[in-house]
């Protein structure tokens, strides 16, 4: 699946296919395109190698497609027509540009167990159910035994 085929679905249909509204789409391809534009290497806009042949809401969608649908690499690479280790450099690459954005972070374990929510506990006796088990004898082993089973 391709943005070309996805960017005229309604919001919630394009909810339900990717994952997250397209608000929020948006935002992850402008952070990539933010992250893409800033040049780490020693000779800033000397890039090695050739461009990348998908566009950066391709990319967007193949990591959201790798989440969503469980993927593996070369399946999602095949959808995309490359290889299996350059899915994998884009989408890795992308998941730590997300991650350096802090835009997309959930809140940790101490901001949920800070909440001042109420919590209601019920809790329910059931040690009077007896519990049904087959019944332990040596005929079944024996029978076993004599089969020739082991």
């Known amino acids: 699946m391709k943005w070309k085929s996805i960017k005229h679905l309604q919001a919630e249909a394009f909810k339900r296919l990717v994952g997250v509204n397209k608000d929020t789409f948006e935002k992850m391809v402008l952070e990539a395109k933010q992250s893409a534009s800033v040049s780490t290497h020693k000779v800033a806009g000397k890039k090695r190698g050739p461009k990348s042949t998908i566009s ?27 290889s299996e280790s350059q899915c994998w450099k884009i989408i890795t690459g992308l998941e730590q540009t ?3 954005s802090q835009l997309f972070h959930l809140p940790g374990k101490k901001k949920l167990t800070t909440d001042t929510k109420q919590w209601e506990v019920v809790v329910i006796d059931v040690a009077e159910h007896s519990i049904e088990r087959p019944q332990k004898n040596s005929d079944g082993i ?4 004599r089969k020739g089973i082991r």
């Open 56 to 82: 950066i809401r391709d990319q967007v969608l193949m990591l959201l497609m790798y989440y969503r649908e469980y993927r593996t690499f070369f399946h999602a690479a095949s959808s995309y027509g490359i």
């Open 98 to 100: 997300l991650i350096k």
């Open 142 to 145: 024996i029978q076993e035994k």
